[in-house]
């Protein structure tokens, strides 16, 4: 059982998230601003994470807490529904997001799922492909990968948000940094690379879709 910082300037949402977390057996943390959250943080396993809150947003703080603690598993919780504002949470550090109005259930659920990769490791599996971030480390149907860094930064990015579409300016900004000074070409370059490696079909990709005129997504049931 995990220590899970809820961070919501609403009563009504601590109070039923942690009875549902409660029930699950973890010990559930409050806070309900940036200043109370961030005293919290440093004990706590998980924080669920408010995007709208007094004095310093709920984006600001997973950006700050990101830097300083990489693995931390951290979900936003947002009214804001459009793509851009998703792909923002995402790039701010946050490891996955719930909209507003949300089932509790779904977001124990999504609890669930955070606290299993972080006990493995930051790893992800999925259809006989496996990667571990700390190590580096990528295995297809139990063979390993000799992945160059950008193709395996690629990889793990799309593969932790399977079904998300990603742009190829975005991919460009999360894997190669926001001052590169590169063209978006380079990105379909790269994933050329990494498709053939991962030895994928065109015209039935096993695990990487090319979504026209848009970018790339990780596919659903890869």
Do not use: C, N
């Not at 961070?7 to 009504?12: G, I």
């Not at 590169?182 to 379909?188: P, Q, S, Y």
Request: aromatic share 6%; charged share 30%.
């Amino acid at each position: 059982m995990a220590r899970i910082l809820i961070v919501d300037d609403d009563p009504a949402i601590l109070d039923i998230l942690g009875a549902y977390l409660r029930a699950e057996g973890h010990t559930v943390l409050e806070a309900r601003d940036g200043l109370g959250a961030r005293q919290a943080l440093a004990s706590a396993d998980l924080a669920i994470v408010d995007w709208m809150l007094p004095g310093q947003s709920g984006l600001e703080l997973a950006r700050q807490h990101r830097r300083a603690h990489p693995d931390f598993p951290l979900l936003l919780l947002t009214a804001r529904g459009e793509e851009e504002d998703r792909l923002r949470g995402l790039d701010a550090g946050a490891d996955d997001y719930v909209t507003k109005p949300f089932s509790p259930r779904e977001v124990v659920a999504r609890v669930r799922a955070l606290l299993r990769r972080a006990r493995l490791g930051a790893s992800v599996a999925v259809s006989g492909l496996w990667l571990d971030e700390g190590r580096r480390a990528a295995r297809l149907d139990g063979q390993e990968l000799t992945l160059s860094r950008l193709e395996f930064d690629l990889l793990l990015t799309l593969a932790r948000h399977p079904g998300f579409v990603w742009s190829r300016a975005r991919l460009l900004e999360r894997v190669w940094g926001p001052d590169f000074p590169g063209v978006e070409r380079v990105v379909d370059v790269q994933m050329a690379a990494l498709r053939r490696k991962l030895g994928e079909q065109p015209d039935h990709p096993r695990f990487i879709e090319t979504v026209r005129g848009v970018g790339y997504r990780f596919r659903e049931d890869g």
